[in-house]
C-alpha cells in the first residue's frame, strides 16, 4: 500500500473531530517526561479520558499527540493560560496545521464563500473541493466516497462547534479576543482563516506594533 507514501493527506480527522476537552485533559501527560508510557498507561487504564472503548481511547490519544506535535511545545503552555473561547481558537488553529485537508477546504472552499455573495458553505461544496485534491492525488482518490463525506461533515461539525457555521449553515467570524497572538507568532494567516475583515486585521496589526 505505497499509494499513501508521498500523500499530505489523513482521513484520520474522522476518528477525533474537534477533542477540546480531551486534548485540555491529555496536555499534562504530553507536556511530561515519559509522555509515550503514561499515554500508553491511559490507553490501557482509562484513568482520566473516561472513554469506554480502549480503541477509540487509543485513537482519541493518538490524534491528540498529533496535533500537540504540529506545533511547539511553548504555544501549548501559552495556550493552557488562554481564556476558554481562545482556547477554541488556539485548537481550530493547530488543526489546520495538523490536517491539510482541513486546510484545504478552509483555505480553498470556505474563505472564497465568505467572500462570496451567499456566505454560506454546504457539504457539496467540499465535495466539490475533494474531485480537485483527488484528482492531483492518488491516496485521497482511493478514498470512498463515504469515508470523503465523513471527512466533510467532520469539519463542518467542527466550524459549529466554534461558531463559525449557523445551523442555516451561515458562516461567521471566528470569535477570538487574542488575535494579536497569531502575529507575534508571524502566523498572520489564521486571521483571514477566522474570516475577519481587512480593516479589522489591519487593525490587529497596528496594536501590536
Same mark, same amino acid.
Request: proline fraction near 2%; glycine fraction near 2%; charge should be negative.
Given at each position: 500500500?505505497?499509494?499513501?507514501?508521498?500523500?499530505?493527506?489523513?482521513?484520520?480527522?474522522?476518528?477525533?473531530?474537534?477533542?477540546?476537552?480531551?486534548?485540555?485533559?491529555?496536555?499534562?501527560?504530553?507536556?511530561?517526561?515519559?509522555?509515550?508510557?503514561?499515554?500508553?498507561?491511559? #490507553? *490501557?487504564?482509562?484513568? /482520566? =479520558?473516561?472513554?469506554?472503548?480502549?480503541?477509540?481511547?487509543?485513537?482519541?490519544?493518538?490524534?491528540? !499527540? @498529533?496535533?500537540?506535535?504540529?506545533?511547539?511545545?511553548?504555544?501549548?503552555?501559552?495556550?493552557?493560560?488562554?481564556?476558554?473561547?481562545?482556547?477554541?481558537? #488556539? *485548537?481550530?488553529?493547530? /488543526? =489546520?496545521?495538523?490536517?491539510?485537508?482541513?486546510?484545504?477546504?478552509?483555505?480553498?472552499?470556505?474563505? !472564497? @464563500?465568505?467572500?462570496?455573495?451567499?456566505?454560506?458553505?454546504?457539504?457539496?461544496?467540499?465535495?466539490?473541493?475533494?474531485?480537485?485534491?483527488?484528482?492531483?492525488?492518488?491516496?485521497?482518490?482511493?478514498?470512498?466516497?463515504?469515508?470523503?463525506?465523513?471527512?466533510?461533515?467532520?469539519?463542518?461539525?467542527?466550524? @459549529?462547534?466554534?461558531?463559525?457555521?449557523?445551523?442555516?449553515?451561515?458562516?461567521?467570524?471566528?470569535?477570538?479576543?487574542?488575535?494579536?497572538?497569531?502575529?507575534?507568532?508571524?502566523?498572520?494567516?489564521?486571521?483571514?482563516?477566522?474570516?475577519?475583515?481587512?480593516?479589522?486585521?489591519?487593525?490587529?496589526?497596528?496594536?501590536?506594533?
Amino acid at each position: 500500500m505505497s499509494i499513501n507514501k508521498k500523500s499530505p493527506y489523513t482521513a484520520a480527522i474522522t476518528g477525533g473531530g474537534f477533542l477540546f476537552e480531551e486534548t485540555n485533559i491529555l496536555l499534562p501527560l504530553l507536556q511530561s517526561e515519559g509522555r509515550d508510557e503514561r499515554l500508553k498507561q491511559e #490507553a *490501557l487504564h482509562n484513568e /482520566l =479520558l473516561q472513554i469506554n472503548s480502549e480503541k477509540s481511547r487509543k485513537s482519541c490519544i493518538a490524534e491528540v !499527540k @498529533r496535533r500537540y506535535n504540529a506545533v511547539s511545545p511553548s504555544f501549548w503552555v501559552d495556550y493552557q493560560a488562554m481564556a476558554e473561547e481562545n482556547q477554541y481558537a #488556539a *485548537l481550530f488553529f493547530v /488543526l =489546520l496545521k495538523t490536517y491539510k485537508i482541513l486546510f484545504d477546504f478552509h483555505t480553498n472552499v470556505t474563505i !472564497k @464563500r465568505w467572500n462570496s455573495i451567499s456566505k454560506a458553505i454546504f457539504t457539496e461544496d467540499l465535495m466539490m473541493e475533494f474531485n480537485e485534491i483527488s484528482a492531483n492525488d492518488a491516496f485521497v482518490d482511493s478514498w470512498s466516497e463515504m469515508t470523503k463525506k465523513k471527512v466533510a461533515s467532520s469539519y463542518l461539525t467542527i466550524l @459549529r462547534k466554534i461558531g463559525m457555521l449557523d445551523t442555516d449553515n451561515q458562516l461567521q467570524s471566528l470569535s477570538c479576543s487574542n488575535f494579536d497572538y497569531y502575529i507575534r507568532l508571524e502566523e498572520q494567516w489564521f486571521l483571514e482563516a477566522a474570516l475577519l475583515l481587512p480593516y479589522q486585521i489591519e487593525t490587529i496589526k497596528k496594536s501590536t506594533l
